[in-house]
């Protein structure tokens, strides 16, 4: 093989699928036949978060859904257009795996010596083009690296800090991106940032769900080898990838009371309708949920932001007009009471409600007896499930008394709507006009 030095740029034809691809990769001029790589198509589940823009990527998968597949196709795509591309895993044998398919995709181009390879340390190097394999069980091994591609592969069981502390810094330089694939492990930190995912509204985030039945190339035989000894927790929760409830949930049975129908109005004629509305504060949305009494059914909902609050009042006056709500619980916090007054001087049935260390835990108690009990039926929304899902419970350790939050990073505006609106249904009669 001959190279001639009179040029900083390296360029070769690479075949991929039958396509004719030519790529400026490297530091000299190779004159060199067209190269061949066989890289694994997606399947249809993959190419729907392989193909999204945005920066952050997350993949909540079951077993042999292709997660790591997935991540060697990426690793191999980033490296061919010169990027630094650096994969993680918290064990060594999802590491391995991992490396031997990417340096199998990219057999053509090390046998060649156009790529260079080292399994020791599990790097591949080409020019710009740069991938490493790191086992990352501790976060701190990943320190001192940057990226333009980060992969954490079974993020849910790494430590936290591997994103949070050190990963979010490698991506700084070059507006890198961030891939995340993992089988759910209860609802600790992954379950956490999938919920971020699902609220973000800047297109920063994208995200996925896929079970082991997502995967073509699974057969039934397979599976059934897999699921024989499970239990029925673990195959929700390895198979379909469901995030089961931590032991200190707040609310459980939440799948069972997610049924309730899209309806109208005049299915509701002389009904009791009800309504509870949370007020976003600053980077929080405002959120109202419509239920009727008669049915134990929630009708309707909405969720905003960025909206004048001008706008924000005559929304919610049109939306509780539409459905004849007869009283509404609002809560009063720091731009509360504006709107509260607002929507009074307009005319409608509303209720205050002063959200206090001790007004608070009956009104989330209250919720979470109703979806204990399945008393209510609620809408399935993705991102209005998620936060019921993620809400915490703590514990004082002096006082023994238990306070409700959203996590960290995550909201809670939906969680409190849909609590003052079954809190007026169940605990208020007597405000129903």
């Not at 239990?231 to 995030?243: G, P, R």
């Not at 007869?326 to 731009?335: D, K, P, Q």
């Amino acid at each position: 093989m001959q190279l001639a030095q009179t040029r900083a740029v390296s360029r070769f034809a690479l075949e991929i699928d039958n396509i004719q691809i030519r790529y400026i990769i490297g530091y000299r001029m190779l004159a060199s036949p067209d190269i061949k790589l066989s890289l694994p198509h997606w399947t249809p589940k993959q190419a729907l978060i392989a193909n999204n823009p945005a920066k952050r990527k997350i993949l909540v998968a079951g077993r042999r859904f292709g997660k790591t597949t997935l991540f060697s196709r990426v690793a191999c795509d980033a490296f061919l257009q010169g990027k630094r591309v650096l994969e993680a895993a918290p064990v060594a044998k999802q590491t391995n795996a991992f490396w031997t398919r990417t340096k199998r995709y990219l057999r053509p181009l090390t046998d060649r010596g156009i790529a260079k390879k080292w399994d020791t340390d599990r790097v591949i190097e080409m020019g710009a083009g740069h991938i490493q394999a790191q086992t990352a069980f501790d976060a701190d091994t990943l320190r001192g690296d940057w990226a333009d591609v980060l992969l954490l592969d079974e993020y849910s069981f790494m430590d936290e800090s591997a994103w949070t502390v050190v990963g979010a810094p490698m991506l700084l330089d070059k507006d890198g991106e961030a891939w995340f694939a993992f089988t759910p492990n209860r609802r600790n930190h992954a379950f956490r940032l999938y919920n971020q995912a699902v609220a973000d509204e800047s297109n920063t985030w994208a995200y996925i769900h896929g079970t082991s039945y997502d995967n073509p190339y699974l057969s039934p035989e397979a599976l059934t080898n897999i699921t024989s000894d499970m239990t029925e927790d673990m195959i929700q929760q390895e198979i379909m990838a469901v995030f089961l409830e931590d032991q200190g949930a707040v609310f459980r049975n939440i799948t069972a009371c997610m049924n309730a129908p899209e309806t109208t109005p005049e299915e509701h004629q002389g009904h009791s309708i009800v309504a509870g509305l949370d007020w976003g504060k600053q980077n929080d949305s405002t959120a109202t949920s419509i239920g009727c009494i008669d049915c134990k059914k929630e009708i309707a909902r909405d969720r905003f932001n960025k909206i004048d609050y001008h706008f924000q009042y005559k929304r919610i006056e049109e939306l509780w007009r539409h459905w004849g709500v007869c009283n509404a619980l609002v809560e009063l916090n720091s731009i509360g009471e504006p709107g509260f007054e607002a929507l009074e001087r307009a005319g409608l049935p509303v209720t205050a409600f002063d959200t206090t260390a001790v007004s608070k835990p009956p009104l989330i108690e209250n919720l979470s007896l109703v979806f204990q009990r399945a008393e209510w039926q609620f809408q399935p929304d993705r991102l209005w499930t998620a936060e019921i899902e993620a809400y915490e419970r703590k514990v004082n350790p002096n006082t023994g008394r238990s306070s409700y939050s959203a996590p960290e990073g995550c909201h809670d505006d939906t969680v409190i709507a849909r609590a003052l609106m079954t809190w007026i249904g169940a605990n208020r009669p007597w405000l129903i006009a």
